[in-house]
């Protein structure tokens, strides 16, 4: 069928039964608003691909982290040494994600995190931050994922990137410190 839309004429061929390719078509006010939405389209297209290559998804919404946060925190007392504050450190790093999804909901976030720990110690599988009550829900009832691929990256790089940081920090301090002494 034809349609007109703006002053330009189109024609929409849908419903093969064997399509090759796709077509989208995007209109919009302006530059800026075509770029925002040509870069969520790709970006929806990325995630698609990234979960057909990888054949797995990971609970969304916050759920991941609660479940690692938990597994992190009960580990904890098996390790006899100072690594035991890594271990906690790192499993409350893990937090900023429901806690900023409860925020940006509109929730205290620490008490969020209070009932996500708690449903998820109830429940024994892994829970998320629903963003219109602030309460704990399964995400996988709901549809709702995140990618591996791009929690693996998270996982990998955030520490990488925190040592980088803290080592920048003490050489900073170090330089302070020796221009400091030598006044």
């Known amino acids: ?6 002053e330009e004429k189109y024609t929409f061929i849908e419903e093969l039964k064997n399509p090759r390719s796709v077509t989208i078509l995007i209109k919009g006010s302006n530059k800026h608003s075509l ?3 040509k870069d969520a389209v790709y970006d929806g297209l990325r995630a698609v691909r990234n979960t057909i290559e990888d054949k797995c998804l990971i609970p969304g919404a916050g759920a991941f982290e609660i479940a690692a946060y938990t597994a992190l925190i009960n580990h904890v007392p098996s390790v006899n040494s100072k690594a035991q504050l890594g271990i906690k ?5 893990l937090l900023i994600i429901p806690k900023t999804l409860a925020m940006n909901s509109g929730y205290d976030p620490q008490d969020v995190i209070v009932k996500l720990s708690h449903a998820y110690n109830s429940f024994k599988q892994p829970v998320g931050v629903n963003p219109q009550s602030g309460e704990a829900f399964v995400s996988q009832d709901r549809g709702i994922y995140d990618n591996y691929r791009v929690k693996k990256q998270l996982l990998t790089s955030c520490p990488k990137i925190a040592s980088k940081l803290l080592i920048t920090d003490e050489i900073m301090r170090a330089g302070l410190s020796s221009l400091k002494s030598n006044q």
């Not at 069928?1 to 703006?6: D, F, H, M, N």
Request: hydrophobic share 45%; charged share 5%.
């Open 89 to 93: 450190a790192f499993a409350n790093s």
């Open 1 to 6: 069928y034809e349609q007109v839309l703006g």
């Open 35 to 37: 770029t925002q939405i």
